[in-house]
Nanobody
Framework: QVRVDESGGGLVQPGGSLRLSCVASGRAFSNNTIGWFRQAPGKEREFVASIDWSSTSRTYYRSTVKGRFTISKDSAKNTALLQMNGLKPEGTAAYYC?????????????????WGQGTQVTVSS
């Protein structure tokens, strides 16, 4: 059974930084893409960033976080990190990772079976 654990969230002032970590266990994801998503209260879950598990390590970012967020991975440990710098109040949300993220032709989505519990990020002064 696949288990996904996110950690690293917290309260940070605007302009601050956090690093989120995601560990996926239970199976190998060498041919997949791992992604980070976030969901603010009353809003739909939205894509933040993704990286291929393979050696290509292609990355994709939501336009509003490009240049401030960096996604990375340790494939051997099934771990993905999201370094978030220059955080803004609109970044307040629960952040989730999904080790089987894909583009469906119009938007990024995560395998419905592989969502973790999320980690809360609050950006406030």
């Amino acid at each position: 059974q696949v288990r996904v654990d996110e950690s690293g969230g917290g309260l940070v002032q605007p302009g601050g930084s956090l690093r989120l970590s995601c560990v996926a266990s239970g199976r190998a994801f060498s041919n997949n893409t791992i992604g980070w998503f976030r969901q603010a209260p009353g809003k739909e879950r939205e894509f933040v960033a993704s990286i291929d598990w393979s050696s290509t390590s292609r990355t994709y970012y939501r336009s509003t976080v490009k240049g401030r967020f960096t996604i990375s991975k340790d494939s051997a440990k099934n771990t993905a990190l999201l370094q978030m710098n220059g955080l803004k109040p609109e970044g307040t949300a629960a952040y989730y990772c999904n080790p089987d993220t894909y583009w469906d032709g119009s938007r990024w989505r995560g395998n419905v079976n592989y969502w973790g519990q999320g980690t809360q990020v609050t950006v406030s002064s």
